[in-house]
């Protein structure tokens, strides 16, 4: 039998403590303009292409304490056409970087709640 899941991957979701700041942190840096709060906890970005991505406040998925999981390896890559101007833009606009450029394709940053995501050249 032929699995009923697709092959394709919808969105992505990304933990977040505070929907707004992230949605405005998220919009400066990557250019996201429009999406929607769902929920009053997840915010649904319009992206260019490819997958979706979900910034999430997750109240299911916190802690005993109320913490919240970050992604401590970059599961999740943005495309650009400018390595070289993308890393700089980061640190430009003070992002926390964790890796310089990895074999001019490549590098790793953090968001301002420490989830790793990561910057590829297409």
Request: proline content about 5%.
């Amino acid at each position: 039998m032929k699995s009923p899941i697709k092959n394709k991957i919808n969105s992505v979701f990304i933990p977040v403590t505070d929907i707004e700041k992230a949605r405005q942190w998220y919009s400066k840096m990557l250019g996201v303009e429009d999406g929607e709060i769902h929920f009053g906890h997840l915010f649904a970005a319009e992206m260019e292409k490819g997958s979706g991505m979900i910034l999430d406040e997750m109240p299911m998925w916190r802690d005993e304490n109320g913490e919240l999981p970050t992604l401590d390896v970059p599961a999740v890559q943005f495309g650009t056409d400018d390595i070289q101007a993308s890393y700089q833009f980061m640190e430009d606009h003070g992002v926390e970087l964790v890796t310089e450029i990895q074999y001019d394709h490549f590098f790793v940053f953090k968001d301002p709640d420490g989830n790793m995501l990561m910057v590829c050249a297409d």
